[in-house]
Nanobody
Framework: QVQLVESGGGLVQAGGSRRLSCAAS????????MGWYRQAPGKQRELVAT???????NYADSVKGRFTISRGNAKNTIYLQMNSLKPEDTAVYYC????????????WGQGTQVTVSS
């Protein structure tokens, strides 16, 4: 009964901000590596940001300086703060736990829709 639940998507004007949340449950231990992906209409799924532990982060070039990934207070919770949003950011955003240690496969959330209007 592993479950990843995203929230925070919606309609935003270009230049606006939005914060996405992901809560992962069903793990007996803390997960070190987590990330966000997105898939725009007619496009391939792409990596947006990753976080390892509480300090090491990585971002796609297209979102550097605008998006921030962080850990929450609750175990296995992450956020994605999105600022200066552009229409090109319109996509379904997915929370991801990649294989690591005793995690043998990728786990994905249901996704949350972010639509940025011009």
């Amino acid at each position: 009964q592993v479950q990843l639940v995203e929230s925070g998507g919606g309609l935003v004007q270009a230049g606006g901000s939005r914060r996405l949340s992901c809560a992962a449950s069903g793990f007996a231990f803390s997960i070190n590596d987590m990330g966000w992906y997105r898939q725009a209409p007619g496009k391939q799924r792409e990596l947006v940001a990753t976080i390892s532990g509480g300090y090491s982060t990585n971002y796609a070039d297209s979102v550097k300086g605008r998006f921030t990934i962080s850990r929450g207070n609750a175990k296995n919770t992450i956020y994605l703060q999105m600022n200066s949003l552009k229409p090109e950011d319109t996509a379904v955003y997915y929370c991801n736990i990649p294989p690591q240690g005793w995690v043998r496969r990728d786990y994905w959330g249901q996704g949350t829709q972010v639509t940025v209007s011009s």
